[in-house]
């Protein structure tokens, strides 16, 4: 197995305020009774392409994933399906279809919050950025603003079952 290592975060920012653009859209998502979280998608030099929350609820769209919504968001913008030297920042540990979209979609790097015990697909149960079968492997950063992410997660289901 391939290893990649993360490079340093681009010129003038930091993994956390990259996080920062993502929890702030996680936020959103309680608001329309959708569960909180949110993914950001930045060019290599820390510029934001594009961002969303997770709405498969309010889409009626098993794939209305915070990552997904954020990925067709900026294939829009920049006109091309594929999305080189861009990097994601999510706040919990994107689940198989999302990884599998990241990969296919040529991001080159992940930065997550919270790891997802029950689905997450990069650490928790499966090393999705570097599969072996896959041509296009990811670098990846875990645990930027960790409490934070988990503790918004956290408080909204606790919220649910009252």
């Known amino acids: 197995m391939r290893v990649l290592t993360p490079p340093d975060a681009p010129s003038g920012t930091s993994w956390r305020s990259l996080m920062d653009v993502a929890f702030q859209e996680a936020c959103k998502a309680p608001k329309i009774d959708e569960a909180p979280i949110g ?3 930045f060019s290599s030099t820390g510029t934001l392409i594009a961002s969303a929350h997770n709405q498969p609820i309010s889409l009626n769209d098993p794939t209305g994933h915070a990552e997904i919504l954020c990925l067709r968001k900026a294939a829009d913008a920049l006109g091309n399906y594929r999305l080189p030297n861009t990097i994601m ?3 919990l ?5 999302c990884t599998g ?6 991001v080159a790097g992940i930065v997550f919050g919270a790891r997802d015990p029950k689905a997450g697909a990069l650490i ?7 599969l072996h079968f896959t041509n296009h492997k990811m670098w990846m950063v875990e ?7 988990s503790s918004l997660l956290k408080r909204f289901f606790l919220e649910r079952r009252k």
Do not use: D, F, Q, Y
């Not at 540990?93 to 279809?97: D, L, Q, S, Y």
């Not at 979209?101 to 040529?106: D, G, K, N, P, Q």
């Not at 928790?124 to 570097?130: A, K, Q, V």
């Not at 645990?143 to 992410?149: D, H, S, Y």
């Open 39 to 41: 993914a950001a998608l």
């Open 89 to 91: 920042a999510v706040t």
């Open 93 to 97: 540990e994107p689940c198989m279809m």
């Open 101 to 106: 979209a990241l990969i296919h979609s040529r």
């Open 124 to 130: 928790s149960n499966l090393e999705g950025h570097s």
């Open 143 to 149: 645990g930027v603003m960790e409490e934070e992410c």
